[in-house]
């Protein structure tokens, strides 16, 4: 038997039949893994508050022929202050979504999965909205698709307003260069400022930032055209996010 350890985050689950799973998981160790769990779904199944969705779990994980299963399984962490709130279960929906549908299996990025785990522990405590822009800006940065906000991303140039910001091109553009991309989002030097904050600062000291609502607003349309733009389509928990999550 083949055998291996994994910590590792509950992205997504499903049921198929007679008390068994298949999980998504997100490991330290491996990235992302896709593991059959028996009997969990059972009333009796002492895995089961193991699995749970959001819960981070060591695994010990037998290797399979076509499918991993696993073996044992004990929580870590099971973040309780995001299960009791519409809101907070919106918002880890969505961060878990993100990283799903971005990473391929079996490629480990240690960063992503510890940036996944203290946007998670955080999410309760601090301001949810700016944890998920954080969120969004740096789990980009981390899978090579880190936006350009130092200068024009079309000419290098120096930035002087007006100022745009192009998922197309890859980050803020000059007006010059806007020319090249028609749908890129008007933006201020301000709002690019804060981009910069999110994606450079710890995620523990965002509640220093004070933010106005309509900076929010604008910063959210970015990102999320942004996201939409390199995954080539709409992420499912996007729409519950804008309703539930106030993010």
Not at 59 to 84: K, N
Not at 114 to 139: G, M, N, S, Y
Not at 178 to 206: M, Y
């Amino acid at each position: 038997m083949k055998l291996y350890k994994a910590d590792a985050i509950v992205l997504r689950s499903r049921d198929c039949g007679e008390g068994n799973k298949i999980l998504v998981l997100y490991s330290r160790e491996y990235g992302k893994l896709r593991v059959m769990a028996h009997g969990v779904a059972k009333p009796s199944s002492r895995k089961r508050g193991a699995v749970q969705l959001f819960s981070r779990t060591n695994f010990l994980i037998h290797q399979g022929r076509e499918l991993d299963s696993v073996s044992q399984c004990e929580v870590v962490e099971m973040f309780p202050a995001l299960r009791g709130e519409l809101g907070s279960i919106s918002q880890a929906s969505y961060m878990t979504e993100l990283v799903d549908v971005f990473t391929p299996e079996g490629e480990p990025n240690e960063p992503l999965f510890l940036l996944l785990v203290a946007t998670l522990r955080l999410l309760a405590l601090k301001d949810p909205e700016l944890l998920i822009r954080a969120f969004e800006v740096k789990v980009a940065g981390l899978l090579g698709y880190r936006p350009v906000l130092d200068a024009c991303a079309g000419c290098g140039g120096v930035l002087q307003a007006p100022l745009f910001f192009s998922p197309a091109m890859g980050g803020v553009l000059c007006s010059a260069c806007k020319l090249a991309d028609p749908d890129a989002t008007p933006c201020s030097r301000g709002q690019v400022e804060i981009l910069k904050i999110l994606t450079n600062w710890d995620p523990v000291r965002l509640h220093q930032l004070k933010v106005e609502g309509s900076t929010r607003k604008q910063l959210q349309t970015m990102l999320q055209k942004y996201i939409r733009y390199h995954l080539e389509g709409e992420l499912k928990s996007a729409a519950f996010l804008s309703l539930y999550g106030k993010a």
